[in-house]
């Protein structure tokens, strides 16, 4: 079913988000982690991750309909460090209201780059889905810009790393150039709407 996403509408917070029905997982990561390219083979769209790169747009929430009463939403990708901090905070209050209010949310997709897990934001992305009590799958992508033994010791140590972890959690190795980890993917989206 996900190659049926449809853009619904960009909001700058949740006044003028979708209403909240149904259910919703958000994908967020650290710009350039490969999130864009992660919901296009998903969807298997190119439209999609275009939407949320429009100029004006990447700084919004913007959702998609998979079916009826399910749905994606694409957070702002987090990387502007240089922004000014009034900027930055705006971003920090869209996140966590969305997160912190929104019913319809069952769960998140974190999106790594592989050779670069683990960074602080992706830590506080995870300490608010503790907060939320928020079930979360890692994709750990561009999994084909290394090795198979450094990608899977990179799985490993990220496993490692977020065992013991209060929430529901599980992470995989993804490939948006070469389309690898697309079923898991899709399995775990399925476990995500199930709950
Ligand atoms: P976003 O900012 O998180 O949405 O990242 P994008 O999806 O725009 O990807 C950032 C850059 O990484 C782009 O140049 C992509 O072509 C590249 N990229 C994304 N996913 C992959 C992947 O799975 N493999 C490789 N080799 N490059 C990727």
């Known amino acids: 079913v996900y190659h ?8 700058p917070n949740l006044k003028h988000a ?18 864009s390219s992660a919901l296009n083979t998903l969807t298997r769209q190119n439209a999609l991750a275009r939407i949320s790169k429009t100029p004006g747009r990447t700084q919004m ?16 990708g987090y990387g502007f460090a240089t922004a000014p901090l009034a900027a930055i905070q705006q971003w920090r209050k869209a996140i966590e209201d ?20 683990l960074a602080e934001f992706d830590w506080q992305m995870l300490q608010w889905c503790e ?13 084909d810009k290394l090795s198979f033994g450094a990608a899977k010791n990179a799985l490993l140590e990220v496993q490692k790393e977020l065992s013991g972890a209060p929430i529901p959690l599980s992470v995989q190795l993804f490939s948006s150039l070469k389309k690898n980890g697309v079923d898991e993917a899709h399995a775990a989206l399925d476990r995500l709407f199930a709950r």
């Open 18 to 35: 979708p209403p909240d029905h149904g259910l919703e997982v958000a994908f967020a990561g650290r710009s350039n982690a490969g999130k």
């Open 4 to 11: 049926q996403a449809k853009f619904i509408n960009s909001a």
């Open 61 to 76: 929430l913007n959702f998609f309909e998979i079916t009826e009463g399910q749905r994606f939403v694409d957070l702002p």
């Open 131 to 143: 907060h939320a009590q928020l079930p979360a799958h890692i994709l750990l992508t561009k999994a």
């Open 98 to 117: 969305y997160l912190n209010r929104r019913k319809s949310l069952c769960g998140i997709v974190l999106v790594m780059d592989v050779r670069h897990p």
